[in-house]
């Protein structure tokens, strides 16, 4: 049943990259409709509208901040939104790991940023093989160890991938993830890089310094500040002792960024005094659909922080559930539950109440709805004494967080403004 | 890259019911090895040897019990390890809503208890089409209130699948989920479904006992012999009312049973008095693999409390990852994260260390290793002084709750002991 509406069935041949640009919306003449129960429920949906302007917005937002564009592809991996992403004209996507590298690449992506240590062997043989086979394939990977160097160097010497694999350093937060701690450490690193010489090539100085954002308030934009200036420090003490490896006009290449700092890291970075040209890239995932939760919460900070509302972001992605029962007063029970959304950043919010075989949505965001527990499959809500919601009767969902929400489907549905069906999306976990 | 061990790629067609039962593993002559890192990583295994154990001693439990076994298959949602099921002779699948009951059916699952509320005019339509389109599908499913009887019954008549749709009253916990809370509204249930007669049929009495392990440990047994008590009452009720549909010889079903209590609820339903025969089911889908967390510690309770070994069942599912980064001393990272396993019932515990080009496991369940943090693809280690982990070594990681690791994966791979890949296993999630 389902399948009359999903499409494109599966992945394109490789060496697709035209897919991307000449992609045409398969819209169809009579759609169904999520509010008429056309298909089953629960779905994840996309407000069509609100995405096309997102996309140009942030795509905006960074050209005139002077910035390239790599936004996280991780988030949604769905091709059909890397095209609208590159039509619009981002520099590149970034992904995270061989998996979604793999998706990418299938699917044409010719520019890709791997913002990751890149150390399987199987990993290090699949980029040498597809650097090899499309002289088109720009490749960026992190770098933070010198045996993680040397590891690289040698799997890539084992490979023969035909040109040098391009590295970044990668600095870390203290007590955060991947990245060296210190500037000497960084030095050792690009050392190493050089050293690796035909193998390997330093492209640039990377960071993430989105894990400060489950620091204490407080403390969050102190931290990322100086972070972002401990990668600065790396970039100009790298460019002092000449060990970039960029070539001619060629830029160094400076990049952090995720969903929650991007105004700081366009500050701090652009403003880096190197002996030679350099380039920003800034990589958020989430602006894309941002959110109904952490996210929305980090761009009302943003906004704060930088006395404007640009950029003008909105929630594009809903879940749609179904009332299963309302078995006792003050409880409902919705045909969604931890497999259909994410609660890595707290459970999704009551959005609209729509009355079975209406198409009216009531709003809930003050409604006194709570999900109070959540099963594999189901939500548990409480409500209010005159809630009005009936066996039957549809429910939207905001989610936080997108990445764990667009995970747990297959076809994410976009929508127009009526909740009418315009496309099948699928994604590619 | 991968595609070359993925099989079978898409869903069989229609009427493929031949399929579950002839299905032949293709295994093939040079298996590619976790260990030797022949495939990126991370990656989610099942250990082939534990699974079949499981298998058979689950269906042999549940037959030396007297009962049926109906296996909840939205944990695994894979159609190769439903065959393996009902090959070794369960009685039906379980599924929880209509994306994956159509999963079940392209497969050709021929029996299925769908243990949820089935309320959406899509989903019905999907359901009156398979029974009028294939007369060997048995199929069951649950009723809980009045208006959802009757939402039911005048969705069935519209659709027309020319017999009637089997029906379980549902009782429900209090402060649980869906279901009625008390004897009277079971029997108003009953009658509503009696008096739509020629599209409902009365085939049963269902509850699902397994929220209470969520409740404090000295009360959830206490809780579920109640609740099991409260369900044999509605049975035995609508039994004395000649409220049950089922004709000539055909028993009464009764079935409850997660993975927590089944002990518990063969010992209570199985002594039901009703004035005719009746069956009972049970539907653990998690006995399947086990885990490494909150179903190891419920069996453990299982046992204890059935003072037997019996079942005797094995964690199977891994999830190996690979060591990013050594960023600090007592800080490892690893190539995994919260979308490649679940969290919900705890993380997942650090089982082995295998040092790059090695296949030596060194066990790590009582090393120290703690798992601190997550990120969407990196898991963050605190480890003990001389852990001896180094960049490119791989890392097994055991998780709690099989149900949210499974729908991480759209392959997961069958190993044997050796970690050679027997098969590449796809699921639909």
Redesign the interface.
Known sequence: ??AEIEAP??PLAAGSAVWLTTWVPTRTASPRNVL???????LCVLRDAALERNIARFQRYAEESGVLLSPHA?TTMSPALFGRQLAAGCWGLTF????QL?VARRHGVPRVFYA??L?????IR?VC?ELRRDPGFDFYCLV??V??VR?LAARVADAGPGRPVNVLVEG?L????????DVGTAVEVAEAVRAAGPHLSLAGVEGFEG?AQYREPGRREADVRQFLGFLVRIAETLDGRGLFGVVGSAPVLLSAGGSAFYDLVIGRLTAARLSRPHQVIVRSGCYLTQDWGAYASLLGDLHRRSGSADPDLEPALEVWA???????PG?V?L?AG??DFG??AGNPVALAHVRRGTAERRPLRESGWQMAAV????A?MTVPPGHGA???DLVALGPSHP??TF??W?TVYLVDDDYNILEAIPTY?
Chains 1, 2 share one sequence.
Request: hydrophobic share 30%; charged share 30%.
């Open positions: 049943m389902l069935a599966g008429r129960e056309d298909l089953p429920l629960p991780k995270a790991n061989c998996a793999e990751n240590q150390v399987g062997a199987a990993d699949y093989d933070d160890s045996p993680g590891l870390g203290n007590g955060g993830r991947c990245g060296v701690r894990l179904q009332v299963l029962s309302v078995p006792e409880l029970i045909s931890r497999r609660q890595d099963s594999d499959q189901h548990h009936e066996v039957g990445c764990t995970d747990k297959r976990f």
